[in-house]
């Protein structure tokens, strides 16, 4: 079974630019996550989707921070204007309609 | 909301050896308790997990406690190796919600 994927692996931008991320989840995936670490800590919660209802994006700062899942399975994660403080490794994950999350391998963001 | 303390922040210990990690947990709604673990660069794996209808766990080497009471669980790690050298996050979540993590323990397993 393939797992959680993401793109791009890496990426280096200026503050101000957009930036974007993309995560196809597990299929059979329900569930789905955008989780921000920052170095040295925990993963985060930003939003977590079921299917293709955002039912927790509490912790989305959506001034600047958006995303989307179109059709209930990839998601997009967009950034814009990005600043210095957005520097850190975006993960995704996913799950089927229950507790369990896996990860995909994140995106590390280092804005510049 | 739920506040998870992990603890230590880092630990040491000799090839085979045990290794011990506890967290606690704030909210007593909370019912699933998953462990990661981390590898340098790589993605968190979840290595084991417990739900509150239950008190111990068990897969090979690993193991994990929950006192439902105390509002803490461990993750036991027994005849450590060299592989078994990397971060290590709990969380915990009331149930379909949100996970919430604790900062991590970096595991160093010595030859």
């Known amino acids: 079974e393939a797992g959680v994927v993401q793109s791009p692996r890496y990426k280096i931008i200026e503050k101000k630019q957009p930036v974007a991320f993309w995560c196809n989840p597990i299929?059979?995936?329900?569930?789905l996550y955008w989780y921000r670490q920052n170095l040295g800590q925990g993963p985060e919660l930003l939003i977590r989707y079921e299917n293709e209802e955002a039912v927790d994006d509490s912790q989305l700062p959506k001034d600047r921070f958006s995303a989307e899942r179109l059709k209930g399975v990839d998601s997009t994660l967009k950034i814009q204007p990005a600043e210095l403080g957005d520097s850190a490794v975006y993960l995704c994950a996913s799950g089927p309609r229950g507790y369990e999350q896996y990860f995909g391998p994140g995106t590390r963001l280092t804005v510049t | 909301g739920e506040n998870v303390e992990q603890h230590p922040s880092t630990l040491s210990v000799q090839e085979g050896d045990s290794a011990v990690i506890k967290c606690t947990y704030s909210d007593s709604a909370s019912n699933y308790f998953p462990w990661y673990k981390q590898e340098l660069g790589k993605r968190p794996q979840l290595i084991i997990d417990i739900r509150s209808n239950v008190g111990e766990k068990k897969d090979q080497r690993i193991a994990v406690t929950l006192n439902k009471t105390a509002k803490h669980f461990s993750l036991h790690i027994t005849e450590t190796q060299p592989e078994d050298s990397a971060v290590y996050f709990c969380?915990?979540?009331?149930?379909?919600?949100?996970?919430?993590f604790g900062k991590g323990t970096m595991l160093l397993v010595s030859p």
């Open positions: 299929s059979g995936h329900n569930t």
């Open positions: 969380a915990a979540s009331r149930g379909y919600s949100t996970l919430t």
